[in-house]
């Protein structure tokens, strides 16, 4: 039985799925989390606790572990664990990606240095790092601009700026953001700095790919139907396959194969956005990993007459197999991402039982926690759930997905905030 090593944050969504692919498949899954090194396997799945700040303590708990029982193969989810990963595929001798192509993934800058010295097209950009003023470079900056934490994921902390003033506030805004304990805790360099480049105007997309020994193979590629052009980029619904035309599509998978080698990347799952206008296509981030959180439900897999979900792909890749004869299931699928509407304490939702009635609605997952306080984007690090839905073409599907969301109501009392000794106030 191949023994493989996934690493992921303890709040990963879909550490559940790959267990049960790794169980369908006859491989051994062992698990790498940021949990507690001091409890005794208080999960009991036998997982090795690491600490993605301590990369070298990290790499030594594996390398016991690989010598317990040798791994044959290493897979990330998530942006942070994928550096890990990267390191640790090196340490053991398994295929994997460069670290140093892992870590240009992870910070937005190197990214577009990168890509505009192998002749891809780029914004303008510019670096702001901590401590200095925002005057130091006003003179250079051009609108509509876009203001990006170099080191967050997720559209967070991402903010557009159609003039100074704009800017200022998007500047300040996302600096008391990365100012937080929770983001400051990560201790990955990145979290005083921002990048500030040029808006990119044009359809958006995302893409899921896996990269064999350099080659790049496109497994879908999503299309984003609500706009997204500010002042904040949240995403809400994909929906694959695409209605790009074919050559559109041609030319986001060969402008991928030269952004990821421009990276180094070669080989493991990646996770892209792009956008496509009068520019043509204009990589915007790649990561070393698969989608995240929930969304891998909408990808399934024909071989033949059998269906599987993407993390079995991922695992068969990931131990070598060849995925040649795998192909996306011809059904067009979606998901919406479930925004937060307002900052506030979530109390409950109402409409479920409305929502998974709507025609092709096939799933409803709240992962929003009552009493948890909730925070919409810029500072938001989550949706309140997920929805999907599976029909014959994606304009069912997005009105599936919107309906479905219309029927739900969500309460969210305003948050009490101390304002001094025995009083409170609410916003």
């Not at 999960?43 to 594996?62: C, K, Q, T, Y």
């Not at 992962?367 to 989550?382: F, H, I, R, S, V």
Request: charged share 25%.
């Amino acid at each position: 039985m191949k023994r493989i090593l996934l690493l992921s944050t303890t709040t990963g969504y879909q550490l559940r799925s790959f267990g049960e692919s790794a169980d369908r498949l006859g491989i051994e899954l062992t698990f790498a989390t940021d949990r507690c090194q001091h409890l005794d396997d208080p999960w009991r799945d036998g997982a090795i606790p690491v600490r993605f700040f301590d990369p070298d303590g990290s790499l030594e708990a594996i390398r016991l572990a690989n010598a317990d029982r040798p791994f044959s193969g290493v897979l990330a989810v998530g942006d942070r664990p994928a550096v890990l990963a990267a390191r640790a595929a090196k340490l053991l001798g398994l295929p994997g990606n460069p670290p140093a192509a892992a870590e240009a993934t992870r910070n937005k800058k190197l990214m577009r240095q990168k890509f505009g010295e192998a002749g891809l097209a780029v914004p303008w950009f510019l670096e702001l790092p901590a401590g200095d003023s925002l005057e130091s470079i006003l003179t250079r900056v051009r609108y509509p601009c876009v203001v990006k934490p170099l080191g967050l994921s997720g559209s967070r902390g991402v903010m557009r700026a159609d003039n100074a003033g704009q800017l200022a506030h998007a500047v300040q805004r996302v600096r008391t953001l990365l100012g937080r304990p929770e983001i400051r805790a990560q201790r990955t360099g990145l979290e005083e700095q921002l990048l500030i480049e040029g808006f990119i105007d044009g359809e958006e997309y995302a893409v899921e790919a896996v990269m064999t020994r350099g080659e790049l193979r496109v497994l879908a590629i999503f299309d984003k139907p609500d706009l997204l052009d500010g002042p904040f980029f949240e995403e809400t619904i994909y929906v694959t396959p695409t209605d790009a035309p074919k050559e559109v599509q041609r030319a986001i998978a060969a402008e991928l194969q030269g952004a990821a080698s421009a990276l180094g990347l070669v080989h493991g799952p990646i996770h892209a956005e792009c956008r496509v206008g009068r520019r043509g296509v204009v990589m915007l981030e790649i990561a070393a990993r698969p989608i995240g959180g929930l969304c891998s439900k909408v990808l399934r897999f024909a071989q033949g007459d059998d269906t599987v979900p993407f993390e079995d792909v991922l695992l068969r890749h990931c131990r070598g197999d060849d995925l040649s004869s795998y192909e996306r299931a011809r059904s067009a699928s979606g998901v919406m991402m479930i925004p937060i509407p307002k900052r506030g304490i979530f109390k409950k939702m109402r409409g479920e039982e409305a929502a998974r009635g709507v025609p092709n609605v096939e799933d409803l997952q709240i992962t929003a926690k009552t009493d948890q306080l909730l925070e919409p984007l810029p500072e938001a690090d989550g949706y309140l759930g997920f929805i999907f839905a599976r029909a014959r073409t994606t304009v069912e599907v997005t009105a599936a997905l919107r309906e479905a969301h219309r029927r739900l109501v969500f309460e969210i009392d305003p948050e009490i905030r101390v304002v001094g000794v025995g009083a409170a106030s609410g916003d």
